[in-house]
């Protein structure tokens, strides 16, 4: 497809063709569009003999092209256009943009759409150190240097950063950390570049060496002393010349950095801002991160759009494309969201319109999570009045930017400067074996067998308080783990199951359905009855079935199937038959809780009754969902008001969150400590998730063990994880999946998945976490016989590229349990990004509020009574199609 410059060339050739052509039928014009800019013409006419160039040029061309936008012309006769054919002339007319990283040519190149890219994101192994980090911006004012230096002084917490001042007309970072008295004439980078410029190699570069933090490892390479002499030799300097002679300077520079015996893990470059000679290179060339810094007025948006289709366009010395970041900076409003919000919404949006050309091999969209490209820094009054970083005033609003950085390194300075930098490799036929066996129960508790449940079932501080029997109501969101517990707590002996979800393998053919619920419901409503006595019933009957002989039932009620048949023959018409039978009595609420008081007298201590199921038990039907409610109320009524009076039987309700807040309980009150809530707020106890199931694979034990030989067998196997520190977590994670995912705001994966598997409420589900290992060591296995990966058992981009399916399966789990939430993701998909002006979301409040209860929704600005904007979290975010925009 013809571009827009072809297209425009075209038009120019005709309307040239047509001019010429009234005098010369047979003159010929050629026309091409320039890649730099204008157009490239050729003109052979009889027309121009014994003419002079302006003469030609009239003839040729009258007012058609502006001078302007001509970058080259050929005006011949025919007889000049044939001896220079003759001659083997170039043909200017095929002008080609060089391979140089370099202004036009860059910039040039960043025209072409699309564009493939190579970065070093997914990539699955690390960049050799030192790993560079080039700071730029078009224009001055927007924090730039300062960017740097906070972002220094944060990486050099953990690793050794040097600095590269090569603002060399106005060199700053000197003065930023406080030894600017220090750079004493003769000594910094202009006089180390001049001097390879002009004897062809680079003198030792530790003499010019600033270590500016007397108790971390980093340093400063100054420009310079400015001085009169300074200037001269700033003057001599031709970056782009260097790009065409065979020795190069500043790629000396850079390598001869690299040898340094303080071995600098991260080398941060503050460029020059604007279309300067040497930032082109530092950008195009050396980088492997460009970090753009830029303030989102329309001035800044031309000339930064070209900058980043440049730096598509780039290929590094390392042959990656430097991998672009923005700080958007310095943003206003910190007392005003709505203005901060506005610009950080425009900067997303413009960031996702300047990185649309680019794609991977495949063709696929390079670029899916632009938020975490973009770290916007607010006005800071403190920061702007500080002469220097030394002080760390306001470091925080930095952290993320060093966290791109970080995820490209993968050790810490502790580690010795010999290091390869990546961990002890895994043995190849370990991990073969290990990935031929390793599965991950990515299922429901109900679909477990039994060996696995026992195996992976965690035991956690939050699971020990809710079995505890004074606890009478556990309560969570969908995959927490209450079915779990619940199985868990139904195998133990002694407790008694009354009702159950399907699939257990406690559930009787008795227990309560959909069914069963609306016809108890019909017979209360028939004789005036609630559900308290209904629930009465239902555990009096419960426990009949598995008390034997010795219990008996009041005169009142009658002959019962309960107590004729054992509980194999037992069917759900049985007990609907034998509630209606009971509530038919006279005073049955008051025969029924005397007939429970003499029940409880003939059970064991703290024997529990068991509630599970209640979500979806009822029915989904408007109708069903109302007597939900009613029932639900009823039970927890009936504990909150007699259930103390009980001496043996304690009753333990296992409850979804937002059934528990919808239900209208007058007594609300008598639960207040008396609850527990399954809501995975410990991450090193998620995390303990995976490395228990792993640890069934022997072989997967061999591996961690190889990495932690300080540890016996007995402390590898699954049911020691539940006590492991969080150390032994933490080094266990790192064989399975790494340490570290490169290029987004959370460095390390362990923390990468807490954050991607939150909901709008900060809560998490194992199921989620269980189901994306699932997906990832799939991927793993298919990769690993093509593409060997010895770091970890699973590379960390199999957990990245797995999370799209997580999210489609998180919201068919949420469309399952809420049908009422679905004009609430059509109109999010309609919406298609995140986050959202609140006033864009057409749909029913109550619905609105159920997105909020569930997690689908959270509040990213504004109050609960003015909600300003909301926030589809990541868990959901991809399965709804919404693209990301802005910044928390």
């Not at 039994?450 to 309560?475: C, K, N, S, Y």
């Not at 079935?545 to 018409?573: I, M, N, W």
Request: aromatic share 8%; net charge negative.
């Amino acid at each position: 497809m013809p571009s827009e410059g072809q297209d425009a060339a075209g038009r120019i050739r005709a309307d040239v063709l047509g001019w010429v052509r009234e005098r010369d039928h047979l003159a010929q014009v050629q026309v091409v569009s320039d890649p730099y800019h204008g157009y490239r013409i050729q003109v052979v006419t009889r027309l121009f003999e014994g003419r002079v160039q302006a003469e030609r040029r009239s003839l040729a061309l009258g007012s058609i092209v502006p001078d302007a936008d001509i970058a080259f012309l050929s005006l011949l006769t025919p007889d000049e256009s044939a001896a220079s054919a003759v001659e083997g002339a170039a043909d200017f007319l095929r002008h080609e943009v060089l391979e140089l990283p370099l202004w036009p040519d860059s910039l040039a190149r960043g025209q072409h759409e699309p564009v493939e890219v190579r970065l070093p994101s997914r990539s699955d192994d690390f960049l050799s150190e030192p790993l560079i980090a080039t700071f730029y911006s078009l224009r001055g004012g927007v924090g730039r240097s300062t960017s740097l230096a906070y972002t220094a002084l944060l990486l050099s917490r953990e690793h050794r950063v040097l600095c590269l001042d090569m603002d060399l007309e106005a060199p700053g970072l000197a003065a930023l950390f406080d030894v600017e008295r220090e750079v004493a004439p003769g000594r910094g980078i202009v006089p180390l570049l001049l001097e390879a410029e002009i004897n062809g190699g680079l003198p030792d570069v530790t003499p010019h060496l600033l270590r500016v933090h007397p108790d971390r490892e980093l340093y400063l390479l100054p420009a310079g002393h400015p001085e009169a002499n300074y200037a001269r030799q700033l003057a001599q300097l031709d970056p782009a010349a260097w790009y065409r002679e065979e020795s190069n300077p500043l790629r000396d520079l850079i390598a001869a950095v690299g040898r340094l015996r303080i071995a600098p893990q991260i080398v941060l470059i503050d460029a020059r801002t604007g279309i300067s000679p040497l930032s082109a290179p530092l950008l195009f060339d050396v980088a492997d991160i460009a970090v753009v810094t830029f303030f989102p007025h329309p001035q800044a948006r031309v000339g930064t759009r070209a900058l980043t289709r440049a730096l598509l366009a780039a290929r590094s010395e390392r042959s990656y494309t430097p991998e672009p970041r923005f700080i958007v900076s310095p943003v206003p409003g910190a007392g005003a969201p709505e203005i901060r919000g506005r610009y950080e919404d425009r900067a997303a949006d413009w960031i996702s319109e300047w990185l649309a050309p680019a794609v991977v091999e495949g063709g696929q969209a390079a670029f899916g999570e632009v938020e975490e490209l973009i770290h916007v820094v607010g006005y800071s009054e403190d920061v702007a009045g500080t002469d220097s970083v030394v002080s760390e005033t306001g470091i925080g609003a930095y952290a993320p930017i060093s966290e791109w950085i970080k995820g490209f390194v993968p050790r810490s300075a502790a580690e010795a400067p010999g290091d390869t930098g990546a961990p002890t490799a895994l043995a190849s036929t370990s991990k073969s074996a290990a990935l031929a066996e390793l599965r991950f129960s990515a299922g429901t508790a109900e679909g477990q067998s039994d060996v696995d449940f026992q195996e992976t079932f965690l035991q956690t501080e939050t699971v020990g308080r809710a079995t505890r029997a004074d606890i009478p109501l556990i309560l969570g969101r969908k995959g927490t783990g209450k079915t779990a517990l619940f199985r868990r707590l139904a195998t133990a002996g002694g407790n008694l199951v009354v009702t159950s979800p399907p699939d257990l393998p406690m559930r009787r053919p008795w227990m309560p359905s959909s069914d069963t619920y609306k016809a108890v419901g019909t017979a209360l409503s028939d004789g005036g009855n609630d559900w308290r006595v209904a629930w009465t019933l239902l555990i009096g009957v419960a426990i009949l079935l598995r008390g034997g002989d010795r219990r008996t039932v009041p005169a009142a009620f009658g002959e019962l199937a309960c107590k004729a048949k054992d509980e194999s023959e037992y069917t759900a018409l049985d007990l609907v038959e034998d509630v209606r039978t009971m509530l038919a009595a006279r005073d049955v609420g008051l025969v029924a809780w005397q007939w429970l008081r003499e029940l409880d007298a003939t059970m064991p201590r703290d024997t529990l009754l068991l509630f599970d199921g209640l979500d979806a038990g009822f029915g989904r039907t408007p109708g069903d969902l109302e007597r939900r409610r009613d029932g639900v109320g009823g039970l927890l009524s009936l504990v909150s008001e007699r259930g103390d009076e009980l001496v043996n039987l304690r009753l333990k309700i296992l409850l979804r969150d937002d059934i528990w807040r919808a239900v209208q309980l007058p007594n609300k009150s008598h639960f207040y400590g008396r609850d527990a809530r399954l809501s995975w707020a410990n991450q090193t106890d998620y995390l303990k998730v995976i490395v228990k199931q792993a640890l069934r694979v022997r072989e997967v034990a061999d591996l961690v063990g190889q990495r932690m030989p300080d540890i016996g067998p007995a402390a590898l196997s699954p049911a020691a994880v539940d006590s492991w520190p969080q150390s032994r977590v933490i080094d266990a994670w790192r064989v399975l999946v790494g340490e570290r995912i490169s290029g987004g705001k959370t460095a390390f994966t362990y923390n990468w998945v807490w954050s991607r598997l939150a909901d709008g409420n900060k809560d998490h589900s194992p199921r989620s976490l269980v189901r994306l290992f699932d997906r990832a060591v799939g991927r793993e296995r298919g990769w690993y016989p093509e593409s060997p990966y010895e770091r970890s058992l699973i590379r960390p981009r199999a957990l990245v590229e797995s999370l799209d399916d997580i999210s489609d399966q998180e919201i068919v789990s949420l469309e399952e349990e809420f049908a009422e939430l679905v004009p609430l993701f059509d109109a999010l998909r309609e919406i298609g990004r995140t986050p959202f002006p609140a006033g864009e979301l057409q749909v029913d409040l109550d619905v609105v509020s159920l997105g909020q209860e569930v997690g689908l929704l959270r509040i990213d600005s504004g109050s609960r009574d003015e909600v300003e904007r909301y926030r589809v979290p990541e868990l959901y975010r991809k399965a709804l199609g919404m693209g990301r925009k802005g910044q928390a």
